[in-house]
């Protein structure tokens, strides 16, 4: 039995467990909390191995100083991108996860109306000095108004990166709020008379979409686009930056078939999920604890008898498309 990825098992007896076995499968467990630290985004940056194409795409927008939208499927690497530029330049990043319900204004500010209501309502004696001693509107203070992502980014007095990732998931009018922000790298202060606005260099500008939706063409004007594509050559990158630290166990042939599976499975016409270089990740990772040899992965072996399938496949319907292809 391979501890390394035996980690649980059924005790045959508790006592016998918390006494004899337990220290050593913490420290198992803690193993595998190692390999995904190193996943860590800013951890991951020294691996990350952008095409030529996609060097060529950074370039024109650091020449340019033009917004960089890079759109392609999940685990392409698009969010990747500023994390690689901050660890190149050695420079600050400020991000921007996009939801659902985002508002543009996030990115410049969120105001606390409740405590500053609160706070205004005191009598006079008891009231904080952000109230008692103010000069200027006193919902400026940074006891009500922080500043948002893109305010830091352009309070920076030295090079930094700024990402909005993830940005089609937004509101339909998300988009269209920004465009002055990435044309004229400037927005209204809420309570103020005068501008917000880049104190050095224009942000370096990064963008992710998913492609869930087409995006504004007013916004598309205001970018440099780059699509980054799922190719074969893009998923031995991959594997080839991380294979000593996620799978050190697979030789070069389990790889090659492990990928040849892979693609196997995204190609299959009627799969609801295509799994994504994120999850050939982790089941490379799973394949190397488990042992999982060259034979095992045989070309003849049928794709609903692979092994740590749960790793690759995400909704339950797609097992019967597996066995059925």
């Not at 020294?46 to 194409?53: A, H």
């Not at 109306?113 to 006079?124: C, G, H, I, N, T």
């Not at 205001?222 to 050559?233: F, G, P, Q």
Request: net charge negative; proline share 6%; glycine share 2%.
């Amino acid at each position: 039995m391979n501890n390394a990825f035996h980690i649980i098992h059924k005790p045959k007896c508790w006592n016998e467990h918390d006494t004899h076995h337990l220290p050593d499968k913490l420290k198992s467990l803690n193993k595998t909390a190692l390999i995904e630290q190193q996943r860590d985004l800013e951890t991951s940056a020294e691996k990350y191995q952008p095409s030529d194409t996609l060097l060529t795409a950074i370039n024109a927008a650091l020449a340019a100083r033009a917004p960089l939208l890079l759109t392609g499927e999940p685990g392409t690497g698009k969010t990747q991108v500023a994390w690689f530029i901050k660890r190149f330049f050695n420079i600050p990043l400020y991000a921007y996860q996009v939801h659902s319900n985002s508002q543009a204004s996030e990115l410049h500010y969120d105001f606390d109306a409740v405590a500053y209501l609160r706070d205004a309502y005191l009598p006079e004696d008891k009231q904080p000095e952000a109230l008692k001693n103010a000069t200027d509107d006193p919902r400026s203070h940074p006891r009500y108004l922080k500043k948002g992502p893109l305010w830091q980014a352009y309070d920076c007095d030295n090079e930094c990166v700024f990402l909005i990732d993830e940005i089609d998931k937004a509101p339909r009018d998300f988009p269209n709020d920004l465009l002055q922000e990435l044309d004229q790298n400037r927005f209204a202060h809420p309570f103020a008379s005068e501008s917000v606005q880049r104190k050095g260099s224009a942000p370096i500008t990064i963008i992710t979409s998913n492609g869930e939706r087409r995006l504004p063409d007013a916004f598309l004007r205001r970018c440099l686009v780059h699509h980054i594509e799922m190719t074969t050559d893009l998923l031995r990158d991959i594997m080839q930056a991380w294979q000593d630290s996620q799978f050190p166990d697979l030789d070069a042939e389990t790889q090659s078939l492990a990928l040849q599976h892979f693609e196997a499975i995204r190609n299959i016409p009627r799969l609801s999920k295509q799994p994504g270089a994120a999850e050939l990740l982790v089941w490379l990772s799973v394949l190397s604890a488990q042992n999982i040899k060259a034979k095992q992965l045989d070309e003849s072996v049928p794709l609903s008898e692979l092994p740590a399938l749960v790793c690759l496949i995400k909704d339950h319907s797609d097992y019967a498309h597996l066995q059925q292809s």
